[in-house]
């Protein structure tokens, strides 16, 4: 069966599915609601099958859309890189990138590959927005988000872009010569912690740890909150409590002596950063140019 339109139409029903609103898919691709939606009519009429489900709040997969997808998804993915890498390589890069990223994935991540970047295509810019709170990177009208792995969504694809991390909990001698030093992580309800407030959920975070191979969290007291973890650090080099940051990030005041690492034996190691975005399909140039600077030389 040769289909009129078909490569196009197959593309638009994969927009549509990620996007899961005509409105979303129709300003990705450039069209208006109206011919995505007549589209996607087409095409259903050809095959002769319903693909999606409309109601008057969401879009979704039909059984048989889910099941097309599932066979011609890496397909069209192969075609769109190729088409990509032939764009690539005819045209300079230009257009606009927007990430959102947390403070420390931007100082890992994003900037030791600045320079790179803006030498290799002087005609792109990148926008970065500092961030906490996980950003829905399609709404927002987002290229991509970095986060930890642990926070990203099932749906999304994601690309490990940094070491596993580590957190450590330090505190300043001045603090310990006052208060003790805490020798289990259970002890730290009897201290003064600098407590972190996660922006996306309000609540409190609490301290994880692990034991014999065993999770276990501990939810500790303290004078201090904050939901910037500079600020967390800044409190705990004053000696006014002990913090639990990443290893990272304190590692060269340890390293100087400002801070006392606590507790080393109970923190293990977990999932760094990933890159995450909606689909490779449709993938911009621009875009492309940017995930092959931070993938760095094959």
């Not at 940094?162 to 289990?184: I, K, N, Q």
Request: glycine residues 8%; aromatic residues 8%; hydrophobic residues 45%.
């Amino acid at each position: 069966m040769i289909m009129r339109g078909g490569l196009d139409d197959l593309m638009a029903l994969a927009c549509v599915a990620r996007a899961r609103s005509f409105t979303r898919a129709a300003a990705e691709l450039g069209t208006s609601t109206s011919n995505l939606s007549h589209t996607i009519k087409r095409l259903e009429g050809t095959l002769g099958i319903r693909l999606l489900q409309r109601n008057s709040r969401s879009v979704s997969l039909s059984e048989a859309g889910e099941e097309l997808l599932r066979s011609i998804g890496p397909e069209l993915e192969r075609i769109e890189n190729a088409v990509g890498r032939l764009q690539l390589k005819r045209s300079s890069i230009s257009g606009a990138v927007r990430l959102t990223a947390t403070r420390q994935a931007y100082e890992m991540v994003i900037r030791p590959v600045l320079p790179a970047f803006v030498a290799a295509h002087p005609d792109a810019t990148l926008e970065v927005l500092i961030d906490y709170a996980f950003r829905d990177v399609i709404t927002e009208q987002l290229d991509a988000g970095i986060r930890l792995g642990e926070k990203i969504e099932q749906d999304m694809i994601a690309l490990k872009v940094g070491p596993d991390l580590r957190m450590a909990v330090v505190a300043a001698p001045s603090y310990l010569a006052r208060h003790g030093t805490p020798r289990h992580p259970r002890d730290l309800v009897n201290h003064r912690c600098i407590n972190y407030r996660m922006v996306a959920s309000g609540a409190i975070y609490a301290w994880e740890f692990e034991e014999n191979g065993l999770a276990f969290e501990v939810r500790v007291p303290g004078p201090l909150t904050f939901n910037e973890p500079q600020l967390m650090l800044d409190a705990a080099l004053n000696g006014l409590g002990i913090a639990y940051l990443l290893e990272s990030d304190v590692a060269p005041h340890v390293g100087s002596g400002g801070l006392v690492n606590l507790l080393a034996e109970w923190t293990a190691p977990f999932p760094g950063f990933y890159l995450y975005y909606p689909s490779r399909l449709q993938m911009r140039p621009v875009f492309g140019a940017f995930l092959d600077v931070l993938r760095g030389p094959s």
